[in-house]
Structure formats: structure tokens, C-alpha cells
């Protein structure tokens, strides 16, 4: 785990309250020169901690009005495979590496039920693909990618 401080966490919460703000608003908020501010950052970043930065996207005003989270059953042997062609779709927000009754849940958006219904047949038509089982989200109570530090 790398060594980080609360100078260090508090530049990361700024960060993730908007990572457009200035090295100057981001000293002012923590309480340290920007110099400071420009040089942890330029650490955490080697450290692999601040990987990149990235818009948050409202999904529904892009026409994405479809969540669904899909359980993979697969063989084995082939499970870093199909992980790897699954996060190559552009639908795909997530692909995890699961215990217990799937192998990979996958996240993915889609604009209608037809393109959900294609990409769940393409899954399907995967090689090494036993089954999959598909949940549709109803109402999005949170979703982040944030936790409090």
C-alpha cells in the first residue's frame, strides 16, 4: 500500500468533488501551497494512485436508459479470456472477477432493449460461455465511484 498522508487526502477529495479545480483552489481548500498541491499530485499519480481524470456521465441525457448488471457462468479455463473481450464492448461500464454463483458480473448501458438483447446473444455465442443472467437496475439509488477518505 503506498504511504499517504492527510495532505494527500485531502487533495484527493477535492479532487474527487471536481478535478477541474485549480492547484490554487485545491492549496486553499487543504491548507498548503500550490507547489505542494502540484507535487503530490505528480506523486500520486506515479504511485498509481490518481490514474486518470474523467467526466462523470449523466448516461440517461446521452440516451442510455438501460442498466444491466449480467452474471457469467463460464468455463474455467478460458474466464480471463472472455473478461478481456467483454471489456473491449463499448457498453461496458464494469467487468468483475466474482466468487460465488458467476464466474464475471459485467455493467453495461445500453440506449434500448434491442441492443441489450444483441449484446446478451453475443455473450451467449461466446466459445467458453455457459449461461448468463441478466438483471435490469429499476432506480438508481447511488452510484459512484467515489468513497469518503
Same mark, same amino acid.
Given at each position: ?7 494527500? #487526502? ?9 478535478? =477541474? ?16 498541491? !502540484?507535487? =503530490?499530485?505528480? /506523486?500520486? /499519480?506515479? #504511485? ?7 467526466? %462523470? $456521465? ?14 457469467? &457462468?463460464? @468455463? ?7 473478461? @478481456? ?6 457498453? %461496458? ?11 464475471? $458480473? ?6 434500448? =432493449? @434491442? ?5 446478451? /446473444? *453475443?455473450? #451467449?455465442?461466446? *466459445?467458453?460461455?455457459?449461461?448468463? !443472467? &441478466?438483471?435490469?437496475? #429499476?432506480?438508481? %439509488? ?8
Amino acid at each position: 500500500m503506498a504511504k499517504i498522508d492527510e495532505v494527500d #487526502l485531502g487533495i484527493l477529495r477535492e479532487l474527487q468533488e471536481d478535478a =477541474r479545480k485549480s492547484l490554487k483552489e485545491i492549496a486553499e481548500k487543504v491548507g498548503v501551497a500550490e507547489g505542494t498541491v !502540484y507535487n =503530490r499530485m505528480n /506523486k500520486m /499519480k506515479n #504511485l498509481g494512485i490518481i490514474k486518470k481524470f474523467i467526466p %462523470v $456521465l449523466d448516461y440517461h441525457t446521452l440516451g442510455y436508459d438501460i442498466t444491466a448488471i449480467i452474471g457469467i &457462468t463460464a @468455463e474455467g479455463g478460458q474466464i480471463v479470456e472472455i473478461e @478481456e473481450e467483454i471489456a473491449k464492448e463499448k457498453n %461496458v461500464t464494469a467487468v468483475y472477477d466474482v466468487t460465488g454463483d458467476f464466474d464475471i $458480473l459485467v455493467v453495461a448501458k445500453f440506449e434500448n =432493449r @434491442e441492443k441489450l438483447n444483441e449484446f446478451v /446473444k *453475443k455473450l #451467449l455465442s461466446m *466459445k467458453s460461455v455457459k449461461k448468463t !443472467y &441478466t438483471m435490469l437496475v #429499476l432506480n438508481v %439509488v447511488k452510484e459512484s465511484h467515489l468513497i469518503e477518505l
